[in-house]
């Protein structure tokens, strides 16, 4: 159900992905009378009614990002493995689901180099981690990978149903529980605006307004008057809630439209927790590259700034958190441990 998790489980799809996409009709709750007689696609419908209107609510109020936590690391001291540690949180999709991870999670880059290079991996494959290799600085050459989240609904705990499967079966289970479970990923992170005199191209960063807010809002700044500020305020207010409602993507009207983050259609789902960005070695630009030891030496055992010598720790750290989509209440109070 999560990344550090061994066994295999079997994914269910979530039908409140449907039912917040719809065009058409109306949300329904299931109507309770005396001696009406409810089967489990009642109770499924009571469910799924609850879930889509708490997650209609948060999508439109808070759109989606981390909530608290889900910190990544990947410090370059004592890390052989270069193990991407992502830390207990919440976070919440584009449709309102919350992704909560209990645990400190692990994903092993070496482990995941080693993977692509195996035989059994496509040419494809390799080939698209050896063309993922940048030297945005000279002589630097380094492998750039994304973090990012997704919600899972994974069934588990088995437990007999004589009315379902095969006629007359005995021996027929069904789950017992859906874990409300997340899927942790580590994809390289894909390039824009791509040129033959630049072929690395610019880094995919996340959008979080349309150009036309950010410029209505960047006109705010030059007001001084009170009454036009607060009106341009409103206005950009309303426009923000006007352009807020989800459509579906043309492509598909059972999901959304990617994202400038994600590499392809159907990463429509995953959010942004983090990038991390590793040095390697390369012997020529058909090879396959390889952790750069050396360099991550350097990077551990150089001293950090005078300025963060507090958070030295983060100094030698190769994951970046800043991108990441959040959602944030300024008016929260957490109190103080």
């Known amino acids: 159900m999560g990344a550090a998790d061994q066994n295999l489980v079997v994914e269910q799809a979530d039908g409140l992905v449907t039912d917040s996409l719809a065009t058409q009709g109306v949300p329904e709750r299931v109507h309770y009378a005396t001696g009406v007689l409810l089967g489990a696609e009642d ?4 469910q799924r009614y609850l879930r889509g209107r708490m997650a209609r609510a948060h999508a439109a109020l808070y ?8 910190r990544v690391s990947c410090p370059a001291p004592d890390n052989p493995e270069l193990e991407v540690f992502v830390a207990p949180g919440l976070a919440m999709d584009r449709l309102g689901r919350l992704i909560e991870v209990r645990r400190t999670q692990c994903i092993h880059i070496a482990r995941w180099l080693a993977r692509q290079q195996d035989p059994a991996t496509s040419a494809a494959e390799r080939r698209a981690v050896i063309d993922a290799v940048r030297e945005d600085s000279p002589g630097q050459p380094r492998l750039v990978f994304d973090v990012f989240a997704r919600f899972a609904i994974c069934p588990h705990g088995k437990t007999p149903a004589f009315a379902a499967g095969p006629f007359n079966a005995t021996d027929y289970v069904v789950p017992a529980r859906l874990a409300d479970a997340f899927e942790l990923t580590l994809q390289l992170a894909h390039t824009v605006n791509a040129t033959l005199a630049r072929p690395d191209g610019d880094l995919a960063r996340p959008q979080p307004r349309s150009p036309k807010l950010d410029a209505m809002l960047a006109s705010l700044q030059g007001l001084t008057d009170p009454a036009q500020l607060e009106a341009g305020r409103r206005l950009w207010c309303m426009e923000s809630a006007l352009d807020a409602w989800p459509t579906a993507s043309p492509l598909n009207p059972e999901r959304l439209p990617k994202l400038a983050e994600h590499a392809s259609d159907a990463d429509w789902d995953r959010v942004l927790l983090a990038r991390v960005s590793v040095p390697v ?7 396959f590259p390889t952790l750069d030891l050396d360099a991550l030496a350097a990077i551990a055992a ?12 983060r100094w030698r750290d190769l994951a970046d958190n800043s991108l990441r989509p959040i959602v944030f209440n300024p008016y929260s109070w957490r109190g103080a441990a």
């Open 281 to 287: 070695r390369q012997a020529d630009a058909n090879a």
């Open 302 to 313: 150089a001293p950090a700034p005078a300025a963060d010598a507090v958070q030295e720790p």
């Open 63 to 70: 759109g989606h990002g981390t909530v608290a936590g889900l």
């Open 43 to 46: 109770f499924a419908d009571e």
